[in-house]
């Protein structure tokens, strides 16, 4: 009686120490996780950032309904705008991506959506550029060495997600994903760095004739 007792307990701790033993590595692999040149089948990180849409504002506050409950709030942007912190200008009506600190509703980076949306040029004699989509979608334009997939904001950052255009048709759906530094952006100008290069880009006004590539 003792022995299988004894068998049985030694059995559970068993089981338990490979059951702790496989959250410890899962965690692990979470916090260590890098961003940069990653597939997108392997994000498992939780975003910081809320979309909001500025009802009004003023020297110092923004009044804003929150896109997934509804609420109404007020967020102080002061210190960013000093900061440098906001990308994008501050417009009523316009949808904006923040982080703030929930503590004190004071806003550390926010940056205008809206303002982004549309298509930009970086090369317009040749008509090189790219579509921003409200929904996420990124698409390219007669670019050569990659194409674009989609757009996201995670914890402060701006990502791109990419695929190169010498893939194989099977490999289309394995996207990369990369941070943009945002320089500027304002209703026609658009100057971020992704992937090493500089991105200079501008509203084209007049009518360009040019291929989509998505999908």
Known sequence: MNFKLSERLLT??????VVCSCGDN???????????GNNIEEQHIPDSMVRVTVDSFDSD???????????KK???YYSAQNG??????IRQGDEYSILANTKNNEIKSAFNITQMMGQWFFDTQ???GMIFDAKGALSSINTDEISFRRWQFLNGKLLIYYVYTQQEAEEQNQFEVDTVEVQKL???????????????CIRQKDALKFKVVNE
Do not use: A
Not at 12 to 17: D, P, V
Not at 26 to 36: A, D, G, L
């Open 12 to 17: 559970i701790l068993l089981t338990l120490l």
């Open 26 to 36: 899962n965690q692990k692999k979470t916090e260590e996780y890098n961003w940069e």
């Open 61 to 71: 506050s923004l009044y804003v309904t929150i896109k997934s409950t509804k609420e």
């Open 74 to 76: 007020s967020f102080c």
């Open 84 to 89: 440098n912190s906001i990308i994008g200008t």
């Open 126 to 128: 040749h008509s090189k």
């Open 186 to 200: 304002t209703t026609d100008e658009f100057n971020f760095q992704f992937r090493n290069k500089q991105y200079n």
